[in-house]
């Protein structure tokens, strides 16, 4: 058990680097949660902005100043990092907090410090300015996520300054090039350095724990249990070639347009994962609807779905497979007929319906048109009756009183999808509470990507919360049989 009080209060005492945020109101003291740390998540955040990793894809990038930034700034405090580089610039840093508990399974948490591009000309205030303004940190990144980056950092300093250990051994890891194919980042670590996250079962990270205003007065925080799969296909359908006035029986277009046409109308059946039944669970009971029985039907999915008002857009994508066709090229003058015509499709799976996935889109295509993954990731799934899933939402509900945490599984993909293949079960969970009218899903590589002050301080205080509960950690070892990674 940590211990959480008794420990003198240092004051003024060198933050990271840069000038004091002085916009901020001050917080209360929290147990060992001294003042200093509610301003240091405020500056580390604005300082991790105004460093530009910008990452551009096909290994365009450069996270070393953030690495930078984040290993000092926990030397500072005695935690020892490694930096740790595939490709000169793509920077990573692993640190290791030892805990109280040697039969506890180690924890991940993990970020990444990469941010997608941002056109200055579009923004209301410059991108890479991490200005602070009437309580609210402005700049690429804010949400997605050296906002997490940051309460991470200086959640671990706090800990440092109070003396305080968590019951589990928690591994810090801030990553280079999430926002593309994860190859010098999370992909490289777990490739090359897996002994970095040895006793590690589960993970938190990005993107679940934000509020979301779900009616009057109904808050909900959904805490990532799993993430679909994504299968990006491309379909070509070969022909006879050909002049466009001569009878044709074996036309590439047709056929390809007839099996485009069969995908795009195709109804995916129901498949209730057990993350997105347990959602509808709950949803269906914050709503006062009746719950779905073990057998439901397809109809009776959509008739909860349809009765859930704001809330529905938390599972409808995820109670099913999807295939949508995004991309047609064929052809090259009205009186020829090619020989080939393409068109890509974006698949998405759910755990456990892959083989179904395949079959279908067997079925779908038909004998004249072959289909292939251009790109795929495995879906995931982490239990939601483990006690890590326990703790953060008790954490939640703790510091937003009359608001309920539901489980949901992410729609999009994260680094959680590589450290997975170290059998570490990932959850969704930056938590950040919310103003009404604040569209965190469109910030996610948005113009005006902004996090409230008051949003990171609760996020503080509850992964504070979540990471020293002794419970969880007691049990913690147990839930590692339950890892359910998908797919391959
Ligand atoms: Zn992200």
Not at 313 to 335: D, F
Not at 433 to 443: V, W
Request: charged share 25%; net charge negative; glycine share 12%.
């Amino acid at each position: 058990m940590a211990e959480l009080t008794g420990h003198a209060v240092r004051t003024g005492e060198a933050a990271p680097t840069g000038e004091k945020g002085s916009t901020m109101t001050p917080s209360p003291r929290q147990g060992h949660l001294d003042a200093q740390v509610f301003d240091e998540v405020v500056r580390a955040t604005s300082e991790l902005i105004r460093l530009d990793t910008t990452n551009r894809g096909g290994g365009e990038g450069n996270e070393r100043p953030a690495a930078e930034y984040v290993a000092a700034g926990l030397a500072d405090v005695g935690i020892e990092p490694r930096l740790l580089e595939k490709k000169s610039g793509r920077t990573n840093v692993v640190a290791r907090i030892e805990g109280t508990d040697p039969g506890a399974g180690a924890l991940l948490l993990h970020g990444h410090l990469d941010v997608v591009p941002a056109e200055a000309a579009d923004w209301t205030v410059h991108p890479f300015s991490g200005e602070v303004r009437d309580g609210v940190v402005w700049g690429r990144g804010a949400i997605d996520m050296k906002n997490a980056d940051a309460m991470a950092l200086s959640l671990a300093r706090a800990w440092a300054r109070a003396g305080v250990r968590p019951p589990r051994d928690i591994v810090l890891a801030f990553t280079a090039d999430e926002e593309d194919s994860a190859e010098f980042g999370s992909d490289f670590l777990v490739r090359e350095h897996p002994e970095l996250f040895e006793g590690c079962t589960e993970g938190i990270s990005e993107s679940g724990a934000f509020t979301f205003h779900a009616g009057p007065d109904r808050r909900l925080y959904p805490v990532g249990a799993g993430e679909r799969g994504t299968a990006w296909l491309k379909l070509t359908a070969h022909g006879r070639a050909g002049h466009g006035s001569k009878v044709n029986h074996s036309n590439a277009v047709s056929r390809l347009a007839a099996a485009v046409h069969r995908i795009g109308e195709y109804e995916w059946p129901v498949r209730l994962t057990p993350t997105v039944r347990a959602a509808l669970a709950r949803l269906a009971e914050l709503h006062g609807l009746r719950p779905l029985g073990p057998d439901a039907q397809d109809a009776e999915v959509d008739a909860l779905l349809a009765q859930l008002g704001p809330a529905a857009a938390l599972v409808e994508a995820t109670v099913r497979n999807s295939a949508n066709p995004t991309v047609l090229e064929a052809g090259y003058k009205v009186n020829v007929i090619p020989g080939t015509a393409t068109a890509r499709v974006d698949g998405r799976m759910l755990p456990g319906a892959e083989e179904e996935f395949h079959a279908t889109l067997d079925a779908l295509t038909g004998p004249d048109v072959r289909w292939e993954f251009q790109h795929r990731e495995v879906p995931l799934q982490a239990p939601v009756d483990s006690p890590l899933f326990a703790a953060m939402s008790e954490a939640l509900e703790h510091f937003d009183p009359g608001a309920h945490a539901v489980p949901y599984c992410m729609s999009g993909g994260t680094d959680a999808k590589q450290f997975s293949r170290l059998g570490i079960m990932g959850y969704g969970f930056t938590p950040l509470k919310l103003p009404e009218g604040f569209d965190y899903q469109a910030l996610f590589h948005g113009v005006d990507e902004r996090v409230p002050v008051e949003a990171l301080h609760f996020g503080l205080r509850v992964l504070d919360r979540t990471l020293l509960g002794g419970a969880t950690a007691a049990s913690a070892s147990t839930t590692r049989d339950a890892t359910v990674p998908s797919g391959g």
